[in-house]
């Protein structure tokens, strides 16, 4: 029989190792569709040990924690220092109409 007592609360910060984990993470969050997922997923990604580095570092990711708000909803700029610090874009894609990048 499982003690639940002894499991402990999955943190998939946790598992996020490098810049492109932390891409591959939030590229799937957004896929969802799903708000709460997204806010969830970038919580995380704050978490995460290459956002720490970069924080440590005197990179563009300062503060976000503050600057991501008290209602849980991340600000456009927000995601867009995420994307610089990731040297990555952010962008809308075209899809077919099941949802699949095109």
């Known amino acids: 029989m499982i003690n ?8 998939a ?4 190792e490098t810049k492109e984990d932390v891409l591959l993470f939030l590229n799937e ?5 799903d708000t709460d997922h997204i806010v969830s997923a970038v919580e995380s990604v704050l978490r995460s040990k290459p956002v720490r580095a970069m924080q440590g ?21 927000t995601l867009i220092c995420i994307a610089e610090a990731l040297n990555s874009l952010l962008g809308l894609f075209p899809t077919d109409c099941t949802g699949a990048i095109s």
């Open 4 to 11: 639940y007592q002894n499991l402990k609360n999955f943190d």
């Open 13 to 16: 910060a946790e598992y996020l």
């Open 29 to 33: 969050a957004f896929s969802s569709r």
């Open 57 to 77: 570092s005197g990179g563009n990711l300062k503060n976000l924690e503050q600057t991501f708000g008290e209602d849980r909803k991340p600000t456009l700029q």
